[in-house]
């Protein structure tokens, strides 16, 4: 039998990192969703909220993505 004895800072690494793409995906739908809310009850012919409150979103999901593995790494 295989001796599998991983320290709980690996297990905790490995969590981390399978939970970053949940939390991405989390900010971006928020954002998408409040885009749509905003253009459902103020509609505005120049600019569509939904694009530019998405790409807000992938913004704060990607730092916060490179703010997550930089912690990780220091540890």
Do not use: C, H
């Not at 939904?50 to 912690?71: E, P």
Request: glycine share 6%; no cysteine; hydrophobic share 45%.
């Amino acid at each position: 039998m295989e001796n599998n004895n991983k320290s709980p800072k690996e297990y905790n690494k490995w969590l981390a990192f399978i939970n970053i793409p949940i939390q991405m995906g989390v900010i971006i739908y928020a954002f998408y969703w409040l885009g749509l809310w905003l253009d459902s009850n103020y509609p505005n012919e120049k600019i569509f909220y939904y694009k530019a409150l998405t790409l807000v979103g992938v913004f704060i999901a990607l730092y916060n993505v490179y703010r997550q593995v930089n912690q990780i790494g220091n540890r």
